[in-house]
């Protein structure tokens, strides 16, 4: 299964965006979507995980209360809902799918495309 994230753009400080990851085939209920940021000269981090099947939900502290991960089983599309948005939250995005919650980046062996999101302060 791959996952493709898509939805990122150029965004004014404080404003809202909503990213979207689609999954090429129907994801176990066991699987769990991450997303992942990488901004320029800086290492990919964890941004936000979800379960695909209970739905529970794991936030970095850099944007908790901020960021919203969900997803829609029938779309096999997961979001994640970033709101007052800082110029620090620049960075490609990608969304990922493990068989259990991983945090590192270097637990994954493939990567798509990501979107690119930029904040203007």
């Known amino acids: 299964v791959q996952l493709q994230a898509s939805g990122g753009g150029l965004v004014q400080a404080g404003d809202s965006l909503t990213l979207s990851c689609a999954a090429s085939a129907r994801l176990f209920s066991s699987s769990v979507v991450h997303w992942f940021r990488q901004a320029p000269g800086k290492d990919r981090e964890f941004v936000a995980a979800?379960?695909?099947?209970?739905?529970?939900?794991y936030y970095a502290d850099s944007v908790k209360g901020r960021f919203t991960i969900s997803r829609d089983t029938a779309k096999n599309t997961a979001y994640l809902q970033m709101n007052n948005l800082k110029p620090e939250d620049t960075a490609v995005y990608y969304c990922?799918?493990?068989?259990?919650?991983?945090?590192?980046?270097?637990?994954?062996?493939?990567w798509g495309q990501g979107t690119l999101v930029t904040v203007s302060s």
């Open positions: 979800i379960r695909w099947g209970t739905s529970g939900t």
């Open positions: 990922a799918r493990a068989s259990e919650l991983a945090f590192a980046p270097a637990h994954y062996k493939y």
